[in-house]
């Protein structure tokens, strides 16, 4: 499981968070994020990160305790190759959480958590 910290409202990133569209009963509430984020190292490369729970992604809340103790990868440190690997690797297998949520004010709280949301990630171009 790969866990990376999204700066969502980071340079030229746009950050989406609505109701989703398509749920189903189980999760009527659910919502579905999407970041958006282009002008990588050719101005035409874009990365899309979406959770969408009609698709069966779950959120898992973590203490910042477990947290500390897992491999966190900053979004900040990745290539736009770096995303395009994690791009044809095991769906499964990847959250993120929010930059802004991992450095609270509150972090430190006893019973403090960070929700991390399972994602599928994309990468192309714009022609």
């Given at each position: 499981?790969?866990?990376?910290?999204?700066?969502?409202?980071?340079?030229?990133?746009?950050?989406?968070?609505?109701?989703?569209?398509?749920?189903v009963p189980e999760n009527a509430r659910?919502?579905?994020?999407?970041?958006?984020?282009?002008?990588?190292?050719?101005?035409?490369?874009?990365?899309?990160?979406?959770?969408?729970?009609?698709?069966?992604?779950?959120?898992?809340?973590?203490?910042?305790?477990v947290l500390s103790e897992m491999k966190?990868?900053?979004?900040?440190?990745?290539?736009?190759?770096?995303?395009?690997?994690?791009?044809?690797?095991?769906?499964?297998?990847?959250?993120?959480?929010?930059?802004?949520?991992?450095?609270?004010?509150?972090?430190?709280?006893?019973?403090?958590?960070?929700?991390?949301?399972?994602?599928?990630?994309?990468?192309?171009?714009?022609?």
């Open positions: 499981m790969y866990i990376i910290l999204v700066d969502r409202y980071g340079a030229n990133t746009k950050f989406f968070q609505e109701e989703g569209k398509y749920n659910a919502e579905e994020i999407r970041i958006y984020r282009d002008n990588f190292n050719h101005p035409s490369f874009f990365l899309y990160l979406a959770h969408l729970p009609f698709q069966g992604h779950q959120t898992r809340p973590y203490s910042r305790k966190l990868i900053y979004d900040k440190d990745l290539s736009y190759e770096d995303w395009a690997n994690f791009a044809i690797k095991d769906k499964a297998s990847f959250f993120m959480i929010f930059q802004d949520e991992y450095l609270h004010a509150d972090r430190f709280t006893l019973g403090f958590t960070i929700n991390a949301y399972q994602i599928n990630i994309h990468t192309g171009a714009e022609e």
